[in-house]
């Protein structure tokens, strides 16, 4: 979640969906199988390769990028090579049984630029390399890639002051007349092996797992260094509590490489982290205990993406959620508000389902493959109840390690565990677009003065929560399950009857958030489809350029909109001198955060982003000392700060920021329902 992104990149799927009918299945006897003996020329900025092989009729083809240089290539009269526009398709002839596959190449790598975030579109870094490293993509097809994961042997050749690192196991790294060679044995199959080389000081832990060593490994550049012990204490206690929870860890060991790169990537057995974030509570709380739980969910079990890639919905549930919900209630409360406010900013247009995602490639993409498939996870677990769901996500990793799973497979598996019909559940949630906006009323035509009506707008299905204080303002909650569109439920109220209801109070439910839930954001208007601007006043710099330029994704519509195209979902952005805002603030209702009162009377610069009856606006502010090019610089600043209702800033530097307070959606009921 978050930074981290993972090996299997969309285009690159793509590409092998184009050349196979992808299906994946296979253990590692009935995998192929590749050797590669890998020499890094740093000076050059080349890699030479090796590839050994044999095609078979269950493994009859694979690809091979054509950026690389054939220099041999002995494939005998059993096998044959086309050239495609991207690619080398190298197969076996009809009627044949085996080939072996013996090819020689050279791929030059570009030189990296590892300060201006050289990344593919996906955020995973892209190839490169230099004297000081290389990194070699799986996703790039370096090596003969098969329809299904194969195993492999590789062994790297570096200059001694190098080290290579690649997902599997280690079993040797000898230095000899300075050059060392390092071997890797993938027992397990994998799709898409990354190779990094790096300079770095490598640090190690052993540990017994549940059924053998466990070796950690730290791979930091210097400055980084004096945070190995931390990490590798870290590894070791994550990986103890997802074998208590899930099953034995499938691999002999793990490792944190850091990376010169902006973004990293997870994949089996490691996880590369760019050597600046490594610091932050953010990347060892939640980024390595969700690239961990990967080698279980997502390497270990392997999505089968043509009906939904479920593994990052239910690490990000298993991983980010389950430990923050160990430390804290409101917290993982919070997290599950954050996945249901990141949707309320999606536009319909932009929505796909679960079973359509396949991995992140913009915000809309993770707000649901992410965000809604975490919770979708979560009300799983309210259906099944926590003991059943932990033995059924056992019995899936049991069943189906090293092959692949649809959610179907999660379904068949979690069957067993429930009476609940899951195929109602699984049908409501995973191929459907949308979430229930949910009403109650009271009926009219009770007889007892207990009838509730809950209304949704589909046939979603799940157990809901309502929240209900009588008119002595007692308060209690009952679950409901649901499924129709209309729902009678029997509350047991006092003689007082029940005056409030509030529905789903703490977000356990995939849902359309009430307007009054909304917390208004910053990122609301980075992300505007048709953002609108004024300007308050004239004596205050002109900053729609700037705005339109450097702080939208779109650009500030030309025209304002005519009064009758008003519509909920405007955006409206007023810059003003600061004092001038100021005064609009204190009369807002929303506004009213003692820190942000006590920040607004000492800034320079401040953002508050407000909703209203007719839309939302973002006010920004500026004092007289700002001018053009400051205020490029503080929107620019201001851009990471959208997740925050409200930012300040001070001419010193200062800076402020925080969130509105959740408004509740309050059912009024009328007390007199009719009796009869
Ligand atoms: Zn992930």
């Not at 083809?61 to 190298?90: H, P, Q, R």
């Not at 490594?278 to 390497?299: A, C, D, Q, T």
């Not at 229930?436 to 003065?449: E, L, Y």
Request: hydrophobic content about 35%.
């Amino acid at each position: 979640m978050g930074l981290i992104k993972h090996k299997l990149a969309y285009f690159f799927f793509l590409f092998l969906s184009a050349f196979f009918n992808i299906h994946q299945t296979a253990n590692a006897a009935d995998s192929p199988h590749v050797d590669l003996y890998v020499t890094y020329e740093e000076k050059a900025g080349k890699v030479v390769v090796h590839a050994t092989t044999f095609l078979t009729t269950s493994a009859p083809k694979f690809v091979l990028s054509n950026v690389v240089t054939l220099t041999n290539v002995e494939i005998g009269n059993n096998a044959v090579i086309y050239e495609a526009s991207d690619s080398y398709l190298i197969a076996l002839k009809e009627g044949q049984n085996s080939a072996p596959i013996v090819l020689t190449y050279s791929i030059s790598l570009p030189a990296s630029k590892k300060t201006d975030g050289s990344t593919d579109h996906n955020g995973g870094a892209d190839w490169s390399g230099d004297q000081t490293g290389a990194f070699i993509p799986g996703n790039r097809i370096w090596y003969p890639l098969f329809q299904e994961p194969s195993t492999a042997n590789i062994t790297i050749k570096t200059r001694s002051h190098l080290r290579a690192v690649a997902p599997g196991h280690e079993t040797g790294s000898e230095d000899t007349n300075g050059y060392r060679v390092s071997t890797f044995e993938m027992p397990q199959p994998i799709l898409g092996i990354d190779l990094m080389i790096g300079q770095w000081l490598v640090s190690e832990k052993q540990f017994q797992g549940i059924t053998g060593r466990i070796i950690l490994r730290t791979y930091f550049d210097e400055n980084n260094s004096p945070l190995s012990e931390e990490y590798l204490a870290l590894c070791e206690r994550y990986i103890k509590y997802y074998e208590e929870l899930i099953g034995p860890y499938p691999y002999t060991g793990f490792a944190v490489v850091s990376s010169p790169f902006p973004t990293g990537l997870g994949m089996p057995s490691l996880t590369y982290i760019s050597e600046k974030i490594l610091k932050y509570p953010f990347i060892k709380n939640r980024s390595l205990p969700h690239e961990i739980v990967h080698n279980w969910l997502g390497n270990g079990i392997r999505a089968s993406y043509e009906s939904g890639n479920w593994s990052e919905g239910l690490t990000t549930y298993l991983a980010d959620y389950w430990q923050t919900e160990l430390k804290s209630q409101s917290a993982a409360k919070d997290m599950r508000y954050g996945w249901l406010r990141n949707y309320a900013s999606v536009a319909r247009e932009d929505e796909q389902s679960l079973s359509s995602f396949s991995s992140r490639h913009h915000t809309a993409s993770s707000a649901i493959g992410y965000g809604k498939g975490a919770m979708f996870f979560h009300m799983l677990r309210t259906v099944l109840g926590k003991p059943a769901f932990i033995s059924c996500i056992k019995d899936f990793w049991g069943s189906f390690q090293f092959k692949s799973a649809s959610y179907s497979t999660i379904r068949d598996t979690c069957q067993k565990y429930t009476n609940a019909d899951l195929n109602l559940f699984f049908e409501a949630w995973v191929p459907t677009l949308g979430a229930p906006t949910i009403s109650v009323v009271k009926t009219p035509r009770m007889s007892d003065n207990r009838q509730l009506l809950l209304t949704q707008d589909g046939s979603w299905v799940y157990n809901l929560e309502i929240e209900y204080a009588s008119l002595k303002n007692e308060s209690e909650i009952i679950t409901i399950p649901l499924e129709n569109k209309l729902t009678e439920v029997n509350i047991l109220e006092n003689s007082k009857g029940v005056a409030q209801v509030q529905i789903d109070p703490n977000f356990n439910v995939w849902r359309n958030l009430y307007s009054e839930e909304i917390v208004p954001t910053i990122r609301d208007f980075i992300v505007a489809k048709e953002p609108i601007y004024k300007q308050l006043g004239s004596n205050v710099i002109n900053g729609q350029k700037l705005i339109s330029e450097y702080f939208l994704e779109n650009e500030i519509q030309k025209k304002p909109h005519k009064a009758s195209d008003l519509s909920e979902r405007l955006e409206s952005i007023h810059l003003g001198d600061i004092s001038e805002v100021r005064d609009h603030l204190l009369l807002s209702t929303q506004a009213n955060d003692q820190r942000f009162l006590t920040a607004m009377s000492n800034a320079d610069f401040l953002i508050a982003s407000l909703s209203h009856m007719r839309g939302k606006t973002l006010f920004i502010g500026v004092s007289p000392k700002i001018d053009e090019e400051m205020l490029f610089m503080l929107l620019s600043r201001a851009r990471h700060y959208g997740k925050y209702s409200w930012l300040t800033i001070s001419s010193s530097g200062q800076t402020f920021s925080g969130k509105w307070s959740r408004g509740k959606k309050l059912f009024e009921l009328s007390a007199s329902g009719r009796k009869n």
